[in-house]
């Protein structure tokens, strides 16, 4: 089951990212599809650590979580940006961004 699982998660990742990069760049798609993926990656991972029940899991989950949040940034950026409205640093969004890292 996991040998397939992660070739099926590829093969989809695959052509999703080709569909993103063949689709147009206006409006809310480029968003929709960037914040997908990252979701998507966050959820592959919790689906990873509850297959394999790695012995330090916390790590894990923080990562899935530091992805769901960054992701998660690109559409909260999006949202406060339409109108042309300017975000100015420090801001929510920045907070979202930054929780990749640790």
Known sequence: MAGRAWKVYSAVMTLVIAAFLLSPETGWIPVVWQ???GWSGAAAV???VRMHRPPAPAAWYLFAAGVFL???GIALEAYLTRGGRIVLPPSPVDVLYLSLYP
């Open 35 to 37: 914040v997908g993926v």
């Open 46 to 48: 919790i689906v990873g």
């Open 70 to 72: 960054n992701s998660s």
